[in-house]
């Protein structure tokens, strides 16, 4: 991605931050929008339908979408540009979003129908969340932020719409329904495309390619998609990184979508329960995401990296299979939560030392459909278990997985190299986790 500001955005000796303030921006209102319909939508197929295996369905016809869509739009926002990119699939995304409770309200809402407009919202919203982490080292550069400054920024970002977003999806879910929560998601969806598409300078947001390129002298798109894919596979402390985040992708996928929202009908909690949890991970998570902005570069990222995963993971399947009361429940969402606060901005200047700029679509999409791979089969999976073992014993085995996954893991040679990886030129890159109680509870890595 160029970093070269127009005349209008980079005046020599002045600063300003509203490239990289518009591009937060628009993550946080989409982001939020996300969160809301993780409670609104399962919550809805669930008490429609009583089906924890039709709950799952509707999760994997979401994600499937987003993951496969989002790998191959790489090239393409490395061609076009990721503004373009970003406010159109937002506005696609609101529309099937506010599709849904429009339908249900005509009384045409049948469950093949409502399985194909969520797999439009992801269709739409992976290229979308894509398109919006690729803009966020130009807009560091255009508004002369550091690159790590601007990934914990982001990261915060994320955790302050995973902290709004439960509590107002499961307060909006409690008192008026879960179709309102889709409503809501819709809007946000339209305030991220207008703010992308209307806020932003000129010059932020172009094709991180030259004329030549876009004019179809350059490389074609697989050649582009192959050169992305050479380069994900030669680095061995990437391709480990987003390996690992894909196994725990899955666990957190199931976590949210089926396990969270079966526990708290069973437990007769409901979905006031679901935002509570949600709100306290994400604010401890901020928390974490904030401590991580001012002090993760003076530590060792491979330690603070796999300890954090050690508490944001497995506690969280284990408290709940054990029954444990609310508060204890709270508590160990909030340890878990600021946990995961230093994941990402670990993860993210990990990725963006190591890409370059003139790569960073189709590295980004690449690695972020590789880490979010499993997370279509996530609640089908955890929908089939729940079904046929109930959900003590799902949430035992999903804890201990997540256990193993992020200890074994963290044995092999490569990850050295995180610690060695700051000596790098800044540049860009994105797959991230979504092993955030924040994110997913109320259900992203």
């Known amino acids: 991605m160029s970093g070269t500001a127009s005349s209008t955005d980079a005046i020599p000796g002045r600063r300003s931050l509203r490239p990289l303030v518009g591009v937060l921006t628009a993550m946080t209102v989409s982001l939020t929008g996300t969160r809301i319909s993780g409670i ?30 989002k790998a191959l739009t790489g090239p393409l926002v490395d061609r076009v540009g990721p503004r373009v990119i970003s406010w159109t699939t937002d506005l696609a995304s609101a529309s099937a979003a506010a599709a849904v409770p429009l339908l249900h309200g005509l009384d ?29 080292p130009e807009a560091a550069d255009h508004s002369r932020v550091p690159l790590e400054r601007a990934t914990g ?14 509590a107002v999806g499961g307060s909006l879910v409690a008192l008026v329904g879960p179709l ?27 094709s991180a390619e030259d004329a030549s390129s876009r004019d179809g002298e350059g490389p074609g798109y697989w050649q582009r998609f192959r050169e992305g894919w050479a380069f994900l596979r030669g680095d061995p402390l990437l391709f480990a ?24 009908r069973e437990s007769g909690n409901g979905p006031t329960a679901i935002g509570l949890m949600g709100a306290v991970a994400g604010a401890a998570a901020i928390g974490g995401s904030l401590l991580a902005t001012a ?10 990296f796999f300890i954090g995963f050690l508490v944001a993971g497995a506690p969280r399947f284990l408290v709940l299979a054990a029954d444990a009361p609310m508060g204890a429940v709270l508590t160990v969402f909030a340890v878990s939560g600021f946990g995961a606060g230093f994941l990402n901005p670990i993860i993210g200047a990990v990725l963006f030392e190591r890409v370059p700029r003139p790569l960073l679509g189709r590295v980004n999409a690449l690695g972020d ?9 996530g609640g089908l999976i955890a929908g089939a278990a729940v079904a ?29 190299e995180m610690d060695r990886s700051r000596g790098r030129a800044p540049s860009g890159g994105g797959a991230k986790a979504d092993a955030h109680p924040g994110d997913r509870a109320a259900p992203r890595s």
């Open 108 to 136: 045409l809402l049948s469950f093949p129908l409502l399985l194909v407009l969520v797999a439009l919202i992801g269709a739409a919203r992976g290229p979308g969340d894509l398109a919006k982490e690729v803009m966020v």
């Open 180 to 206: 309102t929560g889709l409503l809501v998601n819709a809007a946000c969806f339209a305030a991220g495309s207008a703010v992308i598409a209307l806020m932003l300078p000129r010059g932020v947001g172009r």
């Open 241 to 264: 990184l987003i390996m690992m985040v894909g196994v725990t992708n899955l666990l957190d996928a199931a976590f949210a979508a089926v396990l969270v929202p079966v526990w708290a």
């Open 295 to 304: 002090v993760a570069h003076r530590l060792r990222r491979r330690a603070v």
């Open 153 to 166: 920024l982001s990261g915060v970002i994320e955790r302050l719409a995973s902290t709004a977003g439960p």
């Open 40 to 69: 609104a939508l399962p919550w809805f197929v669930l008490v429609t339908t009583g089906s924890a295996t039709q709950t799952g369905l509707v999760a994997f016809f979401e994600m499937t979408p987003y993951v496969v869509v």
């Open 369 to 377: 459909a590789m880490a979010w791979s499993g997370i279509p089969l």
């Open 388 to 416: 046929m073992a109930g959900p003590v014993p799902v949430l035992l085995v999903g804890g201990v997985a997540y256990f193993l996954t992020t200890n074994l893991t963290g044995l092999r040679p490569e990850w050295r």
